[in-house]
């Protein structure tokens, strides 16, 4: 028979790299509050990670044979297999400093109108050196959605702790959107329970050139979908925030339209981009920045097509 449930299940989504994972994992066996399950979710690194692995024995381990190519599959898997009432996600390249769970679990259970507490968090490079520019805490007032709406102030998943009965009322990670996802959870859960910031340090966020969130184009995009996702459903449940909303997106799809315009791409389709933007919000004086970018990148374009044109009149060989 199985034992009582843990107060907290720890969902821990890994792939290819062992010796992070088995870093993180100790983080967690370091804390101060014991009652917590670790469940460690193998995103189909394959057998020659897996024997890497240095677990204790309690840790659960579920292999995916295949990787899906999305943070969010990995935690929501765990998020299935979790039997704590309270859910912690930790990615696994972070790693939680020894009170970080004692301190959540207590305010959580002192305060139960909060369905979400998440800590500060300090950035360091591969060898957990810190690194020099660090940001400071994150303070939430008032309206915990108007403030997510203005950016995603939880940087990692790692921060938090978060009840289950909110995450159930929320729902899981949307596996349809790929960059942003965990900022969309953030915002359904902020439409529906009450957040808390506890500016203490107690996660350090591990930088480094593989992360998915350097791909910037992808967390862009993602972050679009998000803010289109977030309208759908602000329009029936929140519609003060719609005006405010609309502006955000706005940005997004300037931003998006810089992005292209880096890339390279064609003017026919930054130009639906920007036009998009001015639509979303026609107050939003940046959106409107597009088309004078636009226009820029344009002649420079034209400026180069000619000089191209030019210099293959110059090398035309003489018959």
Known sequence: MPGAAPVVSVIIPAYRR???TNQTVASVARQTFTDYEI???DDGSGDDIVRDYQFPPSVRLIRRETNSGHPSVPRNEGIRAAR??????????DIWLPEKLATQVALLDARPEVGVTFCHYQEVDEVQHLLAKQRPPTRVTGDALRQMLNFCFIRTPSQTLIRRTALEA???????IFGGEDWDLWLRLAA???FHADPTCAVLY???????????????????AVLEKTRHWCTEERPDLLPHLRYQLAVQYYQYAK?????????????????????CHPGA???????????????????????????????????
């Not at 791909?215 to 993602?222: A, H, K, T, V």
């Not at 003017?267 to 933007?277: D, E, L, M, N, S």
């Open 18 to 20: 062992a010796d992070f």
């Open 39 to 41: 469940i460690v979710v």
């Open 84 to 93: 704590g009432r309270y859910l912690a996600f930790l990615d696994m390249d």
């Open 170 to 176: 929320a729902g899981v990670f949307d596996e349809g």
């Open 192 to 194: 529906g329970t009450q």
């Open 206 to 224: 591990r930088r480094s050139p593989s992360q998915l969130s350097r791909n910037r184009l992808r967390m862009r995009l993602g972050n679009v």
């Open 259 to 279: 992005l292209q315009i880096a890339r390279q791409e064609e003017i026919p389709a930054i130009y639906r981009t920007v036009k998009t933007a001015v639509a």
């Open 285 to 319: 004086l940046r959106a409107y920045q597009g088309f004078f970018r636009l226009a820029f990148y344009a002649l420079k374009r034209r400026l180069m097509g000619d000089r191209l044109a030019d210099d293959a009149v110059v090398r035309r060989p003489v018959k």
